[in-house]
T-cell receptor
Framework: AQSVTQLGSHVSVSEGALVLLRCNYS??????LFWYVQYPNQGLQLLLK??????LVKGINGFEAEFKKSETSFHLTKPSAHMSDAAEYFC???????????????FGQGTILTVHP | DTGVSQDPRHKITKRGQNVTFRCDPI?????LYWYRQTLGQGPEFLTY????????KSRLLSDRFSAERPKGSFSTLEIQRTEQGDSAMYLC?????????????FGQGTRLTVV
């Protein structure tokens, strides 16, 4: 069974400060990992994904995440927060090729990011 | 716009009534997923289709829930005898073949309120 734990349901930063959203996963098979963003009353938009190529993954809007197998982590970072980054962020896991859950996502509980002027 | 569309966006219903939601995926996508998201939680998988075949159902999908994708295109999710606990956002997503499976596109969701 797969699971995702997002540490901190709320994170608050000042505009221009570093954003760090934490995600740890549990998977019995090599995983694919994802970060999604959700704005109020909207669907989810893919920020970035790890698919077993480079461990440092760059995504849209200046976000990046690093896959660390030894720590079972996939934390999301952005060097300088912008007001428009305020949203809810979800980490998710899926099986790699051949896994029974390939393509099916298991999500964490989400982290709400607030950006102060 | 050729993204995933869901209808209706909002639905308020009385407890005990039946409701049906529709999802139109991106046209060339063969996989279609339904997720449920309650307040303060991440989306939870309900079921998915590959073309018209329903390949997996979560245990969250009680016998009051049924989903169809009759021609491998749009899908419907029906909830019979709604309960207050069914109040949630119902999200639909679709993805393509091969590694396109890893790029799920989500609709804006249908928010159900059971009163």
């Amino acid at each position: 069974a797969q699971s995702v734990t997002q540490l901190g349901s709320h994170v608050s930063v000042s505009e221009g400060a570093l954003v760090l959203l934490r995600c740890n996963y549990s998977s019995s098979v090599p995983p694919y990992l994802f970060w999604y963003v959700q704005y109020p009353n909207q669907g989810l938009q893919l920020l970035l994904k790890y698919t077993s190529a480079a461990t440092l993954v760059k995504g849209i809007n200046g976000f990046e995440a690093e896959f660390k197998k030894s720590e079972t982590s996939f934390h999301l970072t952005k060097p300088s927060a912008h007001m428009s980054d305020a949203a809810e962020y979800f980490c998710a896991v899926s099986d790699q090729d051949g896994g029974t859950s390939y393509g099916k996502l298991t999500f964490g509980q989400g982290t709400i990011l607030t950006v102060h002027p | 716009d050729t993204g995933v569309s869901q209808d209706p966006r909002h639905k308020i219903t009385k407890r005990g009534q039946n409701v049906t939601f529709r999802c139109d995926p991106i046209s060339e996508h063969n996989r279609l997923y339904w997720y449920r998201q309650t307040l303060g939680q991440g989306p939870e998988f309900l079921t998915y289709f590959q073309n018209e075949a329903q390949l997996e159902k979560s245990r969250l999908l009680s016998d009051r829930f049924s989903a169809e994708r009759p021609k491998g295109s749009f899908s419907t999710l029906e909830i019979q005898r709604t309960e207050q606990g069914d109040s949630a956002m119902y999200l639909c997503a679709s993805s393509g073949r091969g590694h396109g499976l890893l790029r799920a596109f989500f609709g804006q969701g249908t928010r159900l309120t059971v009163v």
